[in-house]
């Protein structure tokens, strides 16, 4: 038995080291396996990512959004994804880039790059016309002399390109071409713009002659300030083409005591009479005129190789000109052809009497909407009897006493608020609520728009107040200035270029202190906030031979220079019609008298009587200016059409029945009784 278990123990042995061997080699195993599972540990996975958006400034924007991630490990992992977008990114346009990341529990990690493009749709804007005239034989077409684009957030400009053309210039025809402006951030805007190519019907001689005397006419319906302007400057004009050899003659001609006199004349000429070479106009008379072939293109001067436009001369050059008055010349007609050039404009402000307003106020702002403004009305009313005795007063002190007849009678229809122009009043109003006046069709036919729920509701809120707003008819006067300055009223809304009307003072003492503040506008429509731009341009007539038209050319170009814009703007209170001269230093001294303090009379300021007046009209015209130039983004015209002046006559004794209607009247009758007055009296004429 012992031999036996000794040879089992020998045995046995083999077996056991195989069992150790074995063993051994498991646990390798299963040591080598956990070895290659940290080996082996794989990256994670973004997913769902999107390499490239594009947003709006403003807009809200999850960099993480639509975005997971998986761990073949771990697992779901998406709450571990970070990213390095900056939100304020979004407040800016621009092309940014940022990272998304993530990371498993074995620090391994994903990584992805997003562009984010911050854009706007509709930040770029395109300001060029809708139609232009080329005339053959004039200086090379240029398709951008016209054409601007500018980012309307930063105001910076845009480039713009001619990215399609389809036209001609050396034969009569019609085209068209696009062009576009897009800047860093994708914001792209697309405009065509309509090509007639004609050819010139009467010819522009390479020089004037000299020695030969040449003259012409200009015709114009202006008071005596604005007509002794014109005179001189014919007179310089005449003194710089003599020293050049040159021997022109002049003849400045009012011919209408007003601007329908002169249109009346006009047409009165074209059935028989005689022509001048320049006339005086308003848009709605260019198209008329044009009509009547009275008039002549203006694109073959302006754009011609010798005596067109310096474009080199930045004072000098054609689109040096306002735009938005160049542009009101372009739509009196279909084509964008040049009938006429600005000469004279104006807009409208809040003229009022300071010294009352900074009572009321006591530190405010002057009011901004119409709402505002009349909330001051029980205020004002309640002080009537007390502002009447002290403009009486001070009256009286300047040596042309009221009388207590006269006092009565302003207490009796004292108004606080006044708007000079009825026709103006009801267009202007119109557009601030949000309504339409008139528009031009494809034809060329005027559209009378304004008999619609808008405009009634604008008549309805004026008509309404028409105890506290009123026009100058409720007195029988002709113009706000003349019920102003006796205290009949303590705003009057009116023209810039009649501002000057509105000084209060009488025998070199001054009656009131006067602010001006811009053009009011409705609250509830903040958005279609609007003031109007007016006043006359210059067109040339058939009249004459082609020297005689190239001379007269000459003074009309001369009347838009820099320097006589610049005079005449400080001269009249009227807006320049170039932009270089509102940087000019000396527009801007005349500007600086705005803040000039004016003390009570002449004599305090050691002048005499008509330097006080002078000075103090200087200074209203120089506020006017400056609140003028704070609101052109904000000024509009109509496009012109034939009747287009009949109708803005109808629409104004529309609203005076409106205003005017007696305290107990009905005013929806009024109102529906007045619309369609100007419905009927301007169907009449408008084609």
């Not at 195993?29 to 080996?39: H, M, S, Y």
């Not at 009305?377 to 300047?398: C, F, G, T």
Request: glycine content about 6%; some cysteine.
């Amino acid at each position: 038995m012992p031999a036996l278990k000794d040879k089992e123990k020998e045995e046995g042995k083999p077996y056991m080291k195989r069992i150790l061997t074995i063993f051994t080699l498991f646990a390798s195993l299963v040591l080598l396996v956990a070895c290659n599972t940290k080996v082996r540990n794989t990256a994670p996975e973004l997913r769902g990512v999107v390499t490239s958006h594009k947003v709006n400034v403003g807009d809200s924007f999850d960099p993480l959004a639509g975005i997971t991630a998986y761990d073949k490990e771990d697992g779901d992992i998406t709450k571990n994804i970070t990213s390095t977008f900056n939100p304020t990114w979004l407040q800016e346009a621009g092309s940014y880039t940022f990272s998304v990341e993530v990371s498993d529990k074995e620090g391994e990690k994903a990584t992805a790059t997003i562009t984010l493009v911050v854009g706007r749709v509709s930040a770029i804007r395109i300001i060029a016309p809708d139609a232009l005239t080329y005339y053959i034989g004039s200086k090379e077409f240029n398709p951008l002399e016209e054409v601007r684009a500018y980012d309307e957030l930063t105001g910076e400009s845009v480039e713009v390109t001619v990215t399609d053309e389809d036209y001609v210039t050396h034969i009569a025809s019609r085209g068209t071409y696009t062009v576009t402006a897009e800047d860093e951030t994708g914001a792209k805007a697309v405009k065509t713009i309509s090509l007639t190519v004609k050819e010139m019907d009467y010819t522009i001689p390479n020089t004037l002659p000299k020695g030969e005397q040449i003259e012409i006419t200009l015709w114009h319906s202006n008071g005596s300030t604005i007509e002794t302007a014109i005179q001189g400057y014919a007179e310089d004009f005449v003194a710089l083409m003599a020293a050049q050899g040159y021997n022109i003659k002049i003849n400045i001609v009012k011919n209408g005591s007003n601007y329908d006199e002169l249109r009346t004349n006009v047409v009165n000429a074209l059935k028989g009479g005689e022509l001048p070479n320049i006339v005086q106009n308003y848009p709605d008379h260019v198209v008329e005129y044009h009509a009547n072939n009275a008039i002549i293109s203006l694109n073959p001067y302006i754009h011609h190789p010798i005596h067109g436009y310096n474009a080199n001369n930045p004072k000098e050059a054609f689109t040096g000109i306002v735009e938005n008055y160049r542009e009101e010349q372009r739509r009196t007609n279909l084509y964008g052809d040049y009938l006429s050039l600005p000469f004279n404009k104006s807009t409208e402000v809040v003229v009022y009497n300071k010294d009352v307003f900074d009572h009321v106020l006591a530190g405010r702002p002057f009011p901004k909407t119409w709402q505002d403004l009349f909330a001051l009305a029980p205020d004002l009313i309640a002080m009537k009897d007390q502002i009447v005795a002290d403009v009486a007063q001070r009256w009286q002190a300047a040596g042309t006493p009221l009388t207590a007849d006269e006092q009565q009678v302003i207490k009796d229809k004292f108004t606080p608020f006044t708007y000079d122009s009825s026709a103006n009043a009801f267009i202007t109003l119109t557009r601030q609520f949000g309504g339409t006046y008139t528009s031009r069709l494809a034809d060329g036919k005027g559209s009378l728009d304004f008999q619609n729920d808008i405009t009634k509701e604008m008549l309805t809120f004026f008509g309404e107040n028409r105890d506290i707003f009123t026009v100058p008819g409720k007195w029988d006067a002709n113009y706000a200035s003349d019920v102003f300055k006796k205290g009949n009223t303590l705003v009057a809304i009116g023209s810039t270029a009649g501002v000057r009307y509105n000084t209060p003072t009488e025998k070199g003492t001054k009656i009131f202190n006067v602010g001006v503040a811009p053009m009011l506008y409705d609250k509830d429509s903040p958005a279609s906030r609007a003031v109007i731009q007016q006043g006359t341009n210059m067109s040339l007539t058939t009249k004459g031979t082609d020297v005689e038209k190239l001379a007269s050319w000459y003074f009309l170009k001369y009347l838009t220079s820099h320097d006589v814009q610049r005079e005449f703007g400080i001269v009249t209170g009227y807006s320049p019609i170039r932009t270089s001269v509102y940087t000019d230093p000396l527009y801007e001294e005349y500007l600086a008298n705005a803040d000039k303090e004016i003390l009570g009379s002449n004599v305090e300021m050691g002048l005499t009587q008509t330097e006080f007046v002078n000075l103090y009209q200087l200074k209203v015209k120089a506020m006017a200016n400056k609140v003028a130039m704070k609101q052109t983004q904000y000024q509009y015209f109509d496009i012109p059409f034939i009747g287009s002046s009949k109708t803005r006559e109808a629409v104004g004794i529309a609203f005076d029945r409106v205003i005017l209607a007696a305290p107990g009247a009905n005013l929806d009758t009024e109102i529906k009784n007045a619309l369609q007055y100007a419905i009927d009296e301007a169907n009449k004429v408008v084609k």
